[in-house]
């Protein structure tokens, strides 16, 4: 599906809330979907919870399939589960989709806007008209947010393939190696850094999760097996001991700052644990235990002369060797 999951989605809902329900056939015919397509979407449909039912219909003809009439409310335009949104929660809904960097993907803002207008049918018409205003008053500013307006394909297949729990086959350019390599991979969740997407997999082959940039997945197919999502794994807590969104092996560091830059490095939590003692000086020190060598070198370097790598000692030779070529450009 190009762009279209959760209009899909609200779409099928309808049809099957219609009092006479809906056949496979007649939901693909409305939504140009294939017979194998419609099947997955009344899976995902019912793993999220509506009760549809097969309803029994004449003998020979075409399976009817319901939404129970209790479960619905039916508007002038649009079939929905009944959901009771107050003002500040639709307004909470809204002002996370100006603050959430994933909804920059076309595709993704599409769906968003699509699922949006028609929760603010839920509301009355004055709540409505603020939070359009509201929307068109919010926003983020952002910079060097990567392009993902070739990947709208791979990021609707991904968001279908979650959503189902299906497994897909990825071709991935690796640029460590400058290959690209296919392989079955589990989608496990989506997450945002620095402007870009990433997509935790799991991969069966190696029995490992890894973490896969958006913009390198040159193609997917989303495969018939489906899988079941891990108990043990949680995105958020592993991004906790990440520095950015890489994972290499755990490296303990202590930084000293300069007092010019002090405030800014007390603003802000850098690393779970961390921890911060202030100077005679007006710098404080930091002690983090993070994984990610390459994004705490990159860290430190952007402080330039303000910041000073006091350990490991491999870590500083490490800094100050790469200053020693950058000296050398100039």
Same mark, same amino acid.
């Given at each position: 599906?190009?762009?279209? +999951?959760?209009?899909?989605?609200?779409?099928?809902? %309808?049809?099957?809330?219609?009092?006479?329900?809906?056949?496979?056939?007649? +939901?693909?015919?409305?939504?140009?979907l294939?017979?194998r397509?419609?099947y997955?979407?009344?899976?995902?449909?019912?793993?999220?919870?509506?009760?549809?039912?097969?309803?029994?219909?004449?003998?020979?003809?075409?399976?009817q399939?319901?939404?129970l009439?209790?479960?619905?409310?039916?508007?002038?335009?649009?079939?929905?589960?009944?959901? &009771?949104?107050?003002?500040?929660?639709?307004?909470?809904?809204?002002?996370?989709?100006? &603050?959430?960097?994933?909804?920059?993907?076309?595709?993704?803002?599409?769906?968003?806007?699509?699922?949006?207008?028609?929760?603010?049918l839920?509301?009355?018409?004055?709540?409505?008209?603020?939070?359009?205003?509201?929307?068109?008053?919010?926003?983020?500013?952002?910079?060097?947010?990567?392009?993902?307006?070739?990947?709208?394909?791979?990021?609707?297949?991904? #968001?279908?393939?979650?959503?189902?729990?299906?497994?897909? *086959?990825? &071709?991935?350019?690796?640029?460590?190696?400058?290959?690209?390599?296919?392989?079955?991979? *589990?989608?496990?969740?989506?997450?945002?850094?620095?402007?870009?997407?990433y997509?935790?997999?799991? +991969?069966?082959?190696? *029995?490992?999760?890894?973490?896969?940039?958006?913009?390198?997945?040159?193609?997917?197919? +989303?495969?018939?097996?489906?899988?079941?999502?891990?108990?043990?794994?949680?995105?958020q807590?592993?991004?906790?001991?990440? !520095?950015?969104?890489? !994972?290499? &092996?755990?490296? %303990?560091?202590?930084?000293?700052?300069?007092?010019?830059?002090?405030?800014?490095?007390?603003?802000?939590?850098?690393?779970?644990?961390?921890?911060?003692t202030?100077?005679?000086?007006?710098?404080?020190?930091?002690? #983090?235990?993070?994984?990610?060598?390459?994004?705490?070198?990159?860290?430190?370097?952007?402080?330039?002369?303000?910041?000073?790598?006091?350990?490991?000692? *491999?870590?500083?030779?490490?800094?100050?060797?790469?200053?020693?070529?950058s000296?050398?450009?100039?």
């Open positions: 599906m190009r762009g279209k +999951i959760l209009l899909n989605l609200l779409n099928a809902i %309808e049809l099957l809330s219609r009092p006479q329900g809906a056949t496979i056939q007649e +939901i693909g015919e409305n939504l140009g294939h017979r397509s419609v997955r979407l009344m899976e995902a449909i019912q793993e999220l919870g509506f009760p549809v039912y097969d309803a029994k219909g004449e003998a020979g003809a075409a399976k399939w319901k939404m009439d209790d479960y619905v409310v039916r508007l002038p335009n649009i079939t929905l589960p009944k959901v &009771d949104l107050t003002p500040s929660e639709a307004m909470a809904i809204q002002f996370m989709v100006a &603050d959430n960097r994933l909804s920059r993907a076309q595709s993704l803002r599409r769906n968003l806007d699509q699922a949006l207008a028609k929760l603010s839920l509301l009355p018409q004055n709540v409505s008209d603020s939070l359009r205003r509201f929307s068109e008053t919010s926003f983020v500013v952002s910079k060097l947010t990567k392009d993902y307006s070739r990947k709208e394909g791979v990021i609707d297949d991904l #968001m279908e393939a979650m959503l189902t729990s299906r497994m897909c *086959e990825v &071709d991935y350019h690796a640029y460590s190696t400058d290959h690209v390599k296919s392989y079955a991979v *589990e989608p496990l969740s989506l997450c945002e850094h620095d402007g870009g997407l997509l935790f997999v799991r +991969i069966s082959r190696y *029995e490992e999760i890894r973490l896969l940039a958006v913009e390198r997945i040159l193609g997917l197919r +989303i495969l018939e097996s489906s899988f079941v999502y891990p108990d043990d794994f949680d995105p807590e592993r991004l906790k001991n990440a !520095f950015g969104v890489y !994972f290499d &092996d755990p490296v %303990e560091i202590t930084v000293r700052f300069s007092p010019e830059v002090a405030k800014y490095v007390l603003d802000r939590k850098w690393s779970e644990g961390q921890r911060v202030k100077l005679d000086d007006g710098g404080v020190e930091m002690w #983090m235990r993070t994984s990610g060598k390459t994004e705490v070198l990159r860290w430190v370097l952007g402080f330039g002369p303000n910041a000073e790598v006091l350990e490991p000692a *491999e870590l500083r030779n490490e800094v100050k060797m790469l200053l020693k070529k000296v050398q450009l100039y």
